[in-house]
Nanobody, 124 residues
């Protein structure tokens, strides 16, 4: 079983940058696609970005040009670099890995394991 641990969240001001990390417990994670989602109170989990095992990325329109996703397979770690943060980026950010499903990486249901989430709060 894969365990994922997010870190790097916090309280920042609008316009600031943050880098989130997602550390995976298993080396085998390197062969699977992974993603970042976020969830605001009372809302469904929202796709933010995904990355395949070989580095192909997809970024949600809402954050395109401000966020980027990357992974370091040697360190079993995935990253979400966030810049020009806005108050509406405030949410709990989750990382996830798709091992069994095979469906579109845009959907939360397509992922098999999730981290516990890290809070990002952007003040105006």
């Amino acid at each position: 079983q894969v365990q994922l641990v997010e870190s790097g969240g916090g309280l920042v001001q609008a316009g600031d940058s943050l880098r989130l990390s997602c550390a995976a417990s298993a080396r085998s994670f390197t062969r699977y696609p992974m993603g970042w989602f976020r969830q605001r109170p009372g809302e469904e989990r929202e796709f933010v970005a995904s990355i395949t095992w070989n580095g192909n990325t997809d970024i949600a329109d809402s954050v395109k040009g401000r966020f980027s996703i990357s992974r370091d397979n040697a360190k079993n770690t995935m990253y979400l670099q966030m810049s020009s943060l806005r108050p509406d980026d405030t949410a709990v950010y989750y990382c996830a890995v798709q091992i069994y499903n095979g469906e579109s990486l845009h959907y939360a249901r397509s992922y098999d394991y999730w981290g516990q989430g890290t809070q990002v709060t952007v003040s105006s």
